[in-house]
């Protein structure tokens, strides 16, 4: 019996050893490296199409071509698309201008157009040149922001972090806790208040993970007031964090108010007199920084929530609370400060005026107030009279959901939207819809299956569509204000990109982990996939609950970070948009609400499983788990929950405990922290560092140890409780870096590959291997 046993045994010790002894080479990285998006980018042609409106119906764009690029204009009204000028001659008479070489095809990316569209403006030769549309004669140009608006406001927005008023003659912004205002044309400088103070001062944005000296305010249309708020933060915590260097580090601090909090950032909301200084402070109780869409009181760098009448006389605004469940909107008297309570809204878990804008308006000419709701499962428009705060009607109604508000017709009475849920091929796919305020006459205006993006003219007359899918190649369309196609501006070509071996990613549809629900992703195999061969699985996974693995985005993209690249060396990686993600039902988004921790990885699970019945080529037993922020928040909870399951798992910059993460974020998803008899907190049981005991597989932490949004002490925790538990992992930290790793960016993707190739795979990997990102010089 020993005798046939030890053939048996050496066979087997023969094949382990085989299968270890597995190495990728420089040449399996620099295949998989074509696969990033530095180098698929410089493939496609005709893509991006940005239009940049003249100040009437036409616009510009700068085409991608396989050569370079060219200078498009597309007259709306004519239905026309021309060159813009000769680029030969453009290229002749800057060349011999400068005295260096210019082609024809490789114009400078600097080149713009003034508003009016008779010249375009170029910096070339240290100078600035205009060149005639007309005459195709070229002059140096003494003042390049003359007639270039983008150009002056992008200009003057630079400095101090200030915003500039509707009519461009000041700039507001903030100099030792007050504000001030520059004349632009004279650099007169006025002082607007003056009782600001350390930790409470006006317009500032420096508290949480949102912090800046940049002024957060609003303007008024006739640009003699200003729409803002004292903060005060002087009893709010502050967060640390220290540089690594030769010598004394430095420390940094600012306020960082923490769920439980007894103080927070609370907002004094004022109306500042610019002409005459004056402070109105509004009649009314502070608020909580926090707003109806995101997690700060700015998401674009604006004061959110703040409507103005078209004659400065009123502001209209929401207030929000600390917990996201009350929303208040109210209208104040610009002179006065008196405030008009028009109604609220109340809600059992969190509400959200929309995804990527705040989708309510304040219509002083009609007395009206555009409000966004879920009340009935989904996220609709609803009308009120703002006098009276009692409801007219809703607008929009269905088993969709309205999203984003684009434009408002106020003569016309009628409203513009992005919806999604509409697209039978996937309910992610957004289209854009016009409606009567009485909810009647909905139409899609971009009826194409897909995800549609617009942009509209100044006028409102035209918009510029551009549509496409995971898996199809984006086209661009002008159409009028009622969805009819006048031209096809630009069609994607990805010839270029197919020819070197690319391939887009495989739409997928699994159930949720209740059964029943469907669940929508993108999977990527490797280009040379045998399905003969077993691949292990990796899960890219950002659960939000504010977003998802994919994201807002599912158009066309030749590549989402790194999961092709990653694919390429020998896996199947998968984004799933798990329950609890928004952009659909409130029942969905709500599906884990006060229980964060649960990550949308029932859903994870349950949906990998079904892949790899469906795919016989997929090992499920060697299943990985990667993700940033949020996802390394989840990745790390999977590895300890799931610990049979997941065998590999990456944890980048994770939120492990959301006690230690900015207040408005968990008190926003999981409610106010609350305490048991015990003590025990509503948080405690969602943090991971209390489940690393149980983990089994190979994990590596990483968090850049000057992460202002989430502070590193959130991995630190974690790395502890597994040295408690005597648990072995690796860890990999960036000393000087912030929440994405910055500069050290691509390092984080190679050792990424590096682990799950040597512990997913079981193979060895190149040495040390270098990405070596790329320019698209076009």
């Known amino acids: 019996m020993r005798k046939l046993l030890l053939p048996v045994l050496l066979l087997s010790c023969a ?39 003249f100040t009437g119906d036409s616009f510009w764009y700068r085409n991608l071509t396989p050569k370079g690029s060219e200078y498009i204009i597309v007259d709306a009204a004519k239905g026309t698309r021309n060159l813009a000028f000769d680029h030969d001659k453009f290229a002749s008479e800057l060349s011999k201008a400068t005295q260096s070489t210019f082609k024809a095809e490789a114009l400078p990316a600097s080149i713009s157009f003034t ?30 922001a003359q007639g270039n608006r983008s150009a002056t406001m992008n200009r003057r927005n630079a400095m101090a972090g200030g915003v500039i008023s509707p009519d461009g003659k000041r700039m507001a912004y903030i100099n030792n806790y007050n504000l001030w205002v520059r004349d632009l044309a004279t650099g007169k400088q006025t002082q607007l208040t003056t009782d600001g103070e350390k930790d409470f001062g006006y317009a500032t ?73 004056k402070v109105i402070m509004l009649k009314v109780e502070a608020d909580p920084h926090s707003a109806t869409l995101s997690d700060d009181i700015s998401s674009s760098g604006s004061l959110d929530d703040v409507n103005w009448s078209a004659d400065a006389t009123q502001l209209a605004f929401v207030s929000t609370s600390r917990d996201h469940k009350q929303e208040k909107v109210r209208i104040a008297n610009a002179t006065t ?7 609220e809204e109340v ?71 992005v919806a999604n849920g509409h697209d039978k091929v996937n309910p992610y796919f957004s289209h854009v819809f016009k409606i009567g305020f009485d909810g009647k006459k909905l139409s899609d205006l971009t009826p194409e299956t897909g995800f549609h993006q617009v942009t509209f003219s100044p006028s409102g007359n035209y918009l510029v569509d551009t549509y496409s899918q995971p898996n199809v190649a984006p086209v661009t369309v002008l159409r009028n204000k009622n969805g009819k196609v006048i031209t096809t501006v630009q069609k994607t070509d990805v010839s270029r990109l197919k020819a070197s071996g690319w ?26 996939l045998d399905p003969s061969k077993k691949y292990p699985i990796i899960n890219y996974i950002y659960p939000g609950p504010q977003g998802g693995s994919i994201g807002g985005n599912w158009g066309f993209s030749a590549a989402r970070g790194d999961h092709q690249a990653l694919a390429e060396l020998g896996f199947v990686v998968v984004l799933i948009e798990g329950t609890s993600n928004p952009l659909r039902s409130k029942s969905f988004h709500d599906m884990a609400y006060g229980k964060m921790s649960e990550n949308t990885l029932p859903d994870q699970v349950t949906g990998m499983q079904q892949l790899a019945q469906k795919y016989p080529y997929i090992d499920i037993n060697r299943a990985g788990m ?9 990745t790390a909870c999977a590895m300890f929950k799931y610990p049979d399951f997941f065998k590999v798992g990456i944890s980048e910059s994770g939120n492990h405990d959301n006690r230690n993460y900015e207040d408005d974020w968990g008190e926003r998803y999981i409610g106010l922290l609350t305490k048991d008899a015990s003590g025990k907190s509503n948080y405690e049981d969602q943090a991971n560092q209390n489940f690393a005991k149980n983990l089994k597989g190979k994990l590596m932490l990483a968090h850049g140890m000057m992460d202002d949004n989430v502070p590193p002490y959130n991995t630190l925790l ?56 790329q320019i698209d010089i076009r």
């Open 347 to 417: 809600v059992p878990t969190q509400y959200e005026s929309g995804w990527g804008s705040i989708n309510w308006r304040y219509l002083p000419q009609s007395n009206e107030i555009i409000w966004f709701s879920e009340r009935d499962n989904w996220g609709h428009l609803y009308l009120y009279n703002a006098a009276n705060g009692k409801l007219k009607n809703q607008i929009t109604k269905g088993n969709w959901v309205v999203t984003r508000l684009l434009k408002v017709d106020e003569k016309n009475r009628l409203i513009y939207f």
């Open 626 to 634: 990667w993700g940033h922020s949020g996802g390394g928040f989840a």
């Open 337 to 343: 400060g008196a405030v008009h309570e028009v109604f």
């Open 115 to 144: 508003d009016d569209g008779s010249f375009a403006t170029v910096y070339a030769g240290n100078k600035y040149w205009n060149y005639n549309l007309q005459t195709g004669a070229l002059s140096e140009n003494t003042n390049p």
């Open 503 to 528: 391939k887009a990613p495989t739409p997928i549809t699994v159930k949720a982990h209740d059964g029943k629900t469907d669940l929508y992703g993108l999977m990527f195999t490797p280009t040379n």
């Open 205 to 277: 944005d420096n508290a949480g993970w949102s912090h800046s000296d940049a002024a957060i305010l609003k303007w008024s249309p006739d640009s003699k007031k200003i729409a803002t708020f004292k903060q005060d933060q002087r009893k709010v915590g502050d967060m640390y964090l220290v540089t690594t260097n030769v010598g004394t580090p430095t420390l940094k601090a600012w306020k960082y108010p923490l769920p439980g909090d007894k103080d927070i950032a609370m907002i004094h909301r004022c109306i500042v007199e610019v002409e005459n200084p």
């Open 718 to 773: 974690v790395v502890e409780a597994l040295e408690k538990a005597g648990k072995d992992y690796d860890l990999v930290i960036f000393p000087n870096s912030a929440h994405g790793y910055g500069q050290y960016s691509y390092y984080m993707t190679r050792r990424r590959w590096d682990y799950f190739v040597r512990y997913l795979m079981g193979a060895e990997t190149p040495k040390e291997y270098q990405l070596k990102p």
């Open 15 to 53: 094949a382990a050893n085989a299968q270890n002894s597995k190495a990728l080479t420089v040449t399996d990285y620099e295949r998989a490296e074509k696969f990033m998006g530095y180098n698929t980018a410089p493939l496609i042609d005709g893509a991006n199409v940005r239009p940049n409106w």
